[in-house]
T-cell receptor, first 111, second 116 residues
Framework: GDSVTQMEGPVTLSEEAFLTINCTYT??????LFWYVQYPGEGLQLLLK?????DKGSNKGFEATYRKETTSFHLEKGSVQVSDSAVYFC??????????FGKGTRLSVIA | GAGVSQSPSNKVTEKGKDVELRCDPI?????LYWYRQSLGQGLEFLIY????????KSGLPSDRFSAERTGGSVSTLTIQRTQQEDSAVYLC??????????????FGNGTRLTVT
């Protein structure tokens, strides 16, 4: 069935470091791809999305490009801040199917 | 405006008891979802309501789990005869349109259920 695999955490980075969180998805159909973020004490919220191949989603300095050839949607940020500390979830859906999430990656950014 | 509201925020119950978890979606959102988040696991889909259509119950793990949505708004997730493996954070989300429209999901803060 549909699935999403993302790198296991936790990830700990110093402030201003470069961030990559890998995400790959099963290639069934033509999915839309999402990154959701869960800040401490808050509910999950949409960070960015891409709905077709080669689209780039971006928000708050984060970017992810829909790569059909590698079935990937890696999350990147050039310079992380302490306020980026959160759990990040990659997700996909296709047609009328429920959103399928990865297991989440916890990011801790230290000053 | 108000977001998705879930209650209670924490629930501790004894094995074998029934529990009810409540979700108030964002006003005007036609789609409502329940997910479960267990330690070390991703978000596991449980059930989906869209308007007046029959719900998609394909993710419910057993017949001890049921959910209803009254008047197209508030939803209640019921777990009967709780087991320790039911311990998890139960998340509710709503969206403006259905699954095929890529509308973003708006999540509540969840109910943390602990079965002792």
């Amino acid at each position: 069935g549909d699935s999403v695999t993302q790198m296991e955490g936790p990830v700990t980075l110093s402030e201003e470091a470069f961030l990559t969180i890998n995400c790959t998805y099963t290639a069934t159909g033509y999915p839309s791809l999402f990154w959701y973020v869960q800040y401490p004490g808050e509910g999950l919220q949409l960070l960015l999305k891409a709905t077709k191949a080669d689209d780039k989603g971006s928000n708050k300095g984060f970017e992810a490009t829909y790569r059909k050839e590698t079935t990937s949607f890696h999350l990147e940020k050039g310079s992380v801040q302490v306020s980026d500390s959160a759990v990040y979830f990659c997700a996909r859906n296709s047609g009328n199917t429920p959103l399928v999430f990865g297991k989440g990656t916890r990011l801790s950014v230290i000053a | 405006g108000a977001g998705v509201s879930q209650s209670p925020s924490n629930k501790v119950t004894e094995k074998g008891k029934d529990v009810e978890l409540r979700c108030d979606p964002i006003s005007g959102h036609t789609a409502l979802y329940w997910y479960r988040q267990s330690l070390g696991q991703g978000l596991e889909f449980l059930i989906y309501f869209q308007g007046n259509s029959a719900p998609d119950k394909s993710g419910l793990p057993s017949d001890r789990f049921s959910a209803e949505r009254t008047g197209g708004s508030v939803s209640t997730l019921t777990i009967q005869r709780t087991q320790q493996e039911d311990s998890a954070v139960y998340l509710c989300a709503s969206s403006l349109a259905g699954q095929g429209n890529n509308s973003p999901l708006h999540f509540g803060n969840g109910t943390r259920l602990t079965v002792t």
